[in-house]
């Protein structure tokens, strides 16, 4: 295996496992919304998409038609902003940066 392939092993693995943990923390929070009672500040949702849960956030917000409202419109630009982010780092990684084979430590 090689380091490159090794690199976006990691960060796919890092990307899917954030997303899944963004998808569940917005069906948590669309729950606690219909049931009033605490939820989770809005502060944790966005810093959890734009690190790397911006898969997961965008497919909850369509499934749970969660923060979809237009006074929720940063939601939207934010999922989308780390979704073009996170997916032109893997392009990025994948295409252009060449990663030598051996490092030296």
Not at 19 to 43: F, G, H, M
Not at 70 to 98: D, K, M, Q
Request: proline letters at 3%.
């Amino acid at each position: 295996m090689s380091l490159k392939t090794l690199i976006l092993a990691v960060y796919g693995g890092y990307l899917v496992l954030l997303s899944l943990i963004t998808l569940c923390s917005y069906w948590a929070d669309k729950v606690k919304a219909q049931n009033n009672s605490w939820r989770i500040p809005e502060k944790a949702l966005l810093l959890m998409s734009i690190i790397g849960g911006a898969y997961g956030g965008f497919v909850a917000m369509l499934i749970f038609r969660h923060k979809t409202k237009s006074e929720h419109w940063y939601f939207r630009a934010i999922n989308i902003l780390g979704i073009i982010l996170h997916t032109a780092l893997i392009i990025c990684v994948a295409l252009v940066f060449p990663i030598p084979e051996t490092i030296l430590f």
